[in-house]
T-cell receptor, first 115, second 113 residues
């Protein structure tokens, strides 16, 4: 059983640039959620994708956008990067969809540094 | 809206001692509760979950947690910790109607020899 994989593991960008983070979900999982974890904080929900459609969004501006592909992999795109976007970005897959009790399975994250 | 409060940001403890990491939640509807562990430079790993039924749930690595509805708490316990338990622990809640999984701020467990 293949777990959740994220790429790249580390990334350094300059303020104002755009970034794309990628996630491959665990085999058999149809739902992907993205979280932002600032240093010393708990993960904050960005959005969730189920069957290629956004299925809930947290308190993040529109410059945070995403996609889910037919194979359930996903991308997180962030435009016009700001210094406060520096964080660990976590992807999690699940069988959730409309089932909230399905646990999330997390990848190891992408560490984004904005300078 | 739901919220999660982890009452201790850091818990230092000696090896083989018992430990309790405290978690309180707030919600106007029924919830599902989870504990996750995060080792350095890694993602989160599920320790245990409470969905329904028995209020005492057992998880991996010898951890257990007790759901207390009247006190809206879900404290995590282990009777004897190991050095390898040193990590960040997160309590999380989601309502039974769906929505987003909400995490607490985390508790750093530091096990010393």
């Amino acid at each position: 059983e293949t777990g959740v994989t994220q790429s790249p593991t580390h990334l350094i960008k300059t303020r104002g640039q755009q970034v794309t983070l990628r996630c491959s979900s665990q085999s058999g999982h149809n739902t992907v959620s993205w979280y932002q974890q600032a240093l010393g904080q708990g993960p904050q929900f960005i959005f969730q994708y189920y069957r290629e459609e956004e299925n809930g969004r947290g308190n993040f501006p529109p410059r945070f956008s995403g996609l889910q592909f037919p194979n359930y992999s996903s991308e997180l795109n962030v435009n016009a990067l700001e210094l406060d976007d520096s964080a660990l970005y976590l992807c999690a897959s699940s069988l959730a969809g409309r089932e909230p009790n399905s646990p999330l399975h997390f990848g190891n994250g992408t560490r984004l540094t904005v300078t | 809206a739901q919220s999660v409060t982890q009452l201790d940001s850091q818990v230092p403890v000696f090896e083989e001692a018992p430990v309790e990491l405290r978690c309180n939640y707030s919600s106007s509807v029924s919830v599902y509760l989870f504990w996750y562990v995060q080792y350095p430079n890694q993602g989160l790993q599920l320790l245990l979950k409470y969905l329904s039924g028995s209020t005492l749930v057992k998880g991996i690595n010898g951890f257990e947690a007790e759901f207390n509805k009247s006190q809206t708490s879900f404290h995590l316990r282990k009777p004897s910790v190991h050095i390898s338990d040193t990590a960040e622990y997160f309590c999380a809640v989601i309502t039974n109607q769906g929505g987003k999984l909400i995490f607490g701020q985390g508790t750093e467990l530091s096990v010393k020899p």
